[in-house]
C-alpha cells in the first residue's frame, strides 16, 4: 500500500506559468519530505526538501508547501521552463534511512 | 566528478540466470541503497545499507541479496532472474546520520525472458 501518493500522473503547462505539482501522504509519522526531479535515461536528482518543523522552503524558483494537518506537500516551479519538462517524485521518511516515493507526475512545458 | 556509478547500463537474462548489478560512489558516504522503478509505482526500496558492515531489507527483499563490500561498493544479486524483477534498478548514497538527500546513479534497465 503506498504511503506516497501522486495522483496526477501527468501535467502540461505553457513556459512562463506556474506549475503546481501535488503529493498526499497517509504516515502521520513522516517528517521528512523531498522532491526529486527526473529526465529520460537518467537517475532522479533532488531538487529540494522541507522538513515537518517548517510550512515552507523555497530554492529560486522552486518552492515546497507542507500542510501536516491535511497529509499534503505541494511543489511550485515559478516561472516554468521548457528545461523544467521531466517526471517530478515526491518522497518523504519517517527521520530514518528509507524514502517512501510517489508514482512521480510527468511535466511537460508547452513553448 | 563520479558521484555514483552502476554498472552494466543494460542486461537481459533468461529466467533462472543470476547475475549481479554493481554500485560505486565516490562521495565517502555511509548509506547506500537499491531501488526499483517501475511503471505506475515509483521508486520502491529493495535493500539499504546504513553504514558500512551492515545491510537491512527494505520494500521488497525477495528474490535479492545485496553485498556491502566496502564504504564505496554495494551490489545486488539476483540469483535466479524471474520475468517479474524486469525493471530499472537504481543505487543511491547518502551521506548524513539520519534522512538526507540520495545521490542516484543513472540505473541498470534489466529484462527477463
Known sequence: DQQVKQNSPSLSVQEGRISILNCDYTNSMFDYFLWYKKYPAEGPTFLISISSIKDKNEDGRFTVFLNKSAKHLSLHIVPSQPGDSAVYFCAASEGDYKL???AGTTVTVRA | NAGVTQTPKFQVLKTGQSMTLQCAQDMN????YWYRQDPGMGLRLIYYSASEGTTDKGEVPNGYNVSRLNKREFSLRLESAAPSQTSVYFCASSGGRGPSPLH???GTRLTVT
Do not use: K
Not at chain 2, 29 to 32: D, K, V, Y
Open chain 2, 29 to 32: 558516504h555511509n548509506s547506500m
Open chain 2, 104 to 106: 542516484f546513479g543513472n
Open chain 1, 100 to 102: 517512501s516515493f510517489g
